[in-house]
């Protein structure tokens, strides 16, 4: 996902190289990698948020 939106951001690359694609890919997993460890985008808690509204449940029982 964050090599699709470099390349649609970017567009074609001034230092093309096979080198520079590697080191990008890699750079974009270990970043991806991070995000996902941190909940960098709550997700999560909003998808949570958005079918608790849709959902009746009890108000002892905890939304996991």
């Not at 567009?11 to 460890?37: H, K, P, V, W, Y």
């Not at 079918?51 to 009890?58: F, T």
Request: proline share 2%.
């Amino acid at each position: 996902m964050i090599g699709s939106m470099r390349a649609s951001s970017l567009g074609d690359d001034l230092f093309g190289s096979e080198a520079t694609n590697q080191f990008r890919e890699m750079s974009d997993a270990r970043l991806a990698d991070s995000m996902a460890e941190k909940g960098a985008f709550g997700i999560a808690e909003m998808l949570i948020s958005q079918l608790g509204k849709h959902l009746s449940v009890d108000e002892g029982t905890p939304v996991k």
